[in-house]
DNA sequence: ATATAACCGAGACGGTACGTCCAGTCTTTGA
DNA sequence: TCAAAGACTGGACGTACCGTCTCGGTTATAT
């Protein structure tokens, strides 16, 4: 009892769908996101536009996809478990932070974030996606370290997650002050405080 | 001996500026940021389009200064001090979360956020026309609870605020989760007791 | 040892042909001649466009299909026979230029025509499937005049009507003025007294 | 009190009218009719689509002008006048017939006749820039045979012209014969024999 | 009686062109 | 002497169809 709304996916040509990420992925960061338009993917691809329209509601999701394909098989990922909860989360908290600090990673993901910001369908694939298993692994640490005894076993783990990066996002996305070593580490310190016994 | 290369200022039209301020400000709240054009608020504001080009660098710096000259005379704020700093806080902060949760007063400030992002001359006046008043004014209020005793006086206002706001910010540009009155308070006594002696 | 490089026609489905051929004269009196698209004909039949492809070389071609399916069957169609000439092609052209007239009628032929200058194979079937069992008839009534001794036995019958039609045909096609009972009247009187003995 | 609903002429660009109007001419014989795009004209003028759109209400019309602007100043044409009609007459046929059978003259000829056969507009446009100032120069001859005596006075000048071209016309659209030069003398025979006292 | 070939509906595909919108620049004209 | 008005080139939009191409699912002979 399919809805069957939309085209019939069996019928999707994997060769057509794959050339579109691709473009999508290449020109993003041959010119920039914003420049980025779907005639130029679907020239780049050797696609119609059409093809282009038929899978994908809008230019942003094209391209988040193309996101997403990059970041697909990155599944069993975990974060360092020394013992030391508050130096793991730090070691973590730097690399984070050298990694936004680098312009050419930086543009895209500020732009998935504003694209993000306006679009909520695009918001709820990002949370699912790409924040989903990511997240995971940052609590299945913090699970670790209540078993160890160096969190509180009963506290929020995705508030505790939401200090630890809130107040972090906050300040690259508007610009609000650098994203120093130093700066890290007080967020780990601070988080911690807030949520040991 | 300055520069001079931009056009004279003084020779600007008042009233051209303020029809084109009105009318970015009526386009957006009918049609939406994403789809107010250049064109579509010269032709409402009576004006020609080079009026707007000579004195603005992009559509999103005019949009910007509507919702600046909307937000003007609002100087002088102060957050309510009754001598409960959780209290108080916990007020705003609920305040805040409704504000954000009215679908007319979120659409707007969501694209402004988008356009933030992306635009580092934007992320500039944003802090120093926005931000800053408003910021000032919470600083205040914690430095009135430094004085009461309530928060040490060696800790960083800044990121305290952070902290306050950061998750705030991050759940709400990436629709994580509701804003309830609950959450607004979590964030309240975790944050105090983040910087709490 | 036929070519058979075109398919069997033996194969071909009846109730396609029908529906097709349905389709394409529905479409064309709902949205006018131009505007009617193979794709919209295959939509309207329930057909796949590649059985239109498969059967007909052009758009042109299925809607002169169409058409002709109309007429079949007005075979032994014959023209009145009063024993006064000039009274009967009178009449026939009278009634000719009202059905003329008529803009229902009107637009189709027109668009029929259009077709027909450009596409000489068009033009051929035309003749051959449309105009020859007609211009028969109008023959068969001038060999009745000649039998009358109402015009000379030796003329050329097909160069008679071209002068009947001819001047009607141009007019009406170039909208080079209103085609009249009177004018009607004067094309026979003229044509009449040029091949008159 | 003009209505003023169209762009004011006043503000168009010269160069920019005749570069599309030679582009069209240009792609007119390079490709044909059919296959002339709006788009084509623009990217071959170096225009914007949008300056074709503004001035002209169709691909037909744009064209169509471009067909009139070739014969612009052939004002003053006149036909030869021997003192013997038909004889004159008979070499303006033979010419015309020669003419109609160049397929490089044909096709666009032809096409232009389906253009103003679906559209009124043009057929006015047609009947006033192109025809009417070679019809004059057919009724000055005709008018100047009526002088020599040779036409009855009181004819209908513009009903002879309809048939001694109408026939003509109609074979040549519908492919129903081959315009000899015997075929060119005979419509001037007949059309004299009918009209002549 | 069954394979096997063609036809069939369906619709995705690479493309071309449509007619519209808007960006950002340039030109004319009226106050 | 401005600035409004708006025409200009140019690029992208999202849509409509083109004609070709699979895809399974019937027929309908031709073994």
Redesign the pocket.
């Known amino acids: 009892m399919p809805a069957a709304k939309s085209?019939?996916p069996?019928?999707?040509?994997e060769?057509?769908?794959r050339?579109i990420l691709a473009a999508a992925r290449e020109l993003v960061s041959e010119v920039g996101y914003a420049?980025v338009?779907?005639?130029?993917i679907a020239a780049r691809?050797?696609?119609?536009?059409?093809?282009i329209?038929?899978?994908w509601p809008?230019?942003g999701a094209v391209i988040f996809d193309s996101f997403l394909a990059l970041s697909e098989g990155a599944e069993g990922m975990a974060l360092p478990d020394t013992g030391d909860l508050a130096a793991d989360l730090k070691l973590v908290m730097r690399a984070t932070a050298a990694e936004f600090a680098d312009p050419a990673f930086e543009a895209p993901i500020r732009a998935l974030n504003a694209e993000i910001i306006n679009d909520p369908e695009l918001a709820r694939q990002y949370h699912e996606k790409l924040a989903a298993p990511v997240d995971e692994a940052k609590r299945e640490r913090l699970r670790s370290a209540q078993r160890a005894g160096q969190l509180p076993p009963d506290i929020d783990l995705d508030l505790f997650l939401e200090f630890l990066y809130g107040p972090f996002y906050q300040r690259w996305l508007t610009r609000g002050g650098p994203l120093t070593p130093e700066y890290a580490d007080s967020l780990v310190d601070l988080t911690l405080r807030a949520f040991r016994a």
Chains 1, 2, 3, 4 share one sequence.
């Open positions: 085209p019939d069996a019928r999707r040509s060769r057509s769908r050339a420049k338009s779907i005639e130029a691809a050797g696609v119609g536009k059409q093809t329209y038929r899978w809008s230019r």
